[in-house]
């Protein structure tokens, strides 16, 4: 058999070189879109980390001031003459750790709003 010959017409040529360079321009914004995508969420959760680690940092300063005052209250305690008086420090005590608890989970609440609206905003940009 004889092969025909047959041949393209520019049109079509045009139109499919035109087809492949949209393609290739389609890909392209496409992995770019991604990789824009990877970096902010990359940066988004590297400041969750940082974010929790500050948490982290806060809530054992906490820990310790609330054991400092508990070996506070013992010694305190071990001093003291009278029930009365074993009485007053136990209120006193309860008073303070009451109101240092309110203030460290309020510390500890503004901390974890600010750590995440960081990271949502390491998100958008």
Not at 11 to 40: G, H, N, P, W, Y
């Amino acid at each position: 058999m004889q092969p025909t010959q047959f041949e393209i017409p520019d049109q079509m040529r045009d139109m499919a070189d035109k087809s492949v360079s949209e393609a290739k321009k389609a890909l392209e914004q496409f992995i770019e879109a991604t990789q824009s995508a990877v970096t902010k969420a990359e940066g988004s959760a590297r400041t969750m980390q940082e974010g929790a680690s500050e948490v982290n940092r806060q809530a054992l300063a906490f820990v310790e001031e609330n054991v400092s005052a508990s070996f506070d209250l013992a010694q305190r305690l071990v001093q003291a003459r009278t029930v009365e008086e074993i009485s007053a420090l136990q209120k006193e005590y309860f008073a303070r750790q009451m109101a240092a608890l309110t203030e460290q989970g309020k510390a500890i609440g503004a901390t974890m709003g600010r750590v995440g609206a960081e990271a949502v905003d390491k998100a958008k940009s």
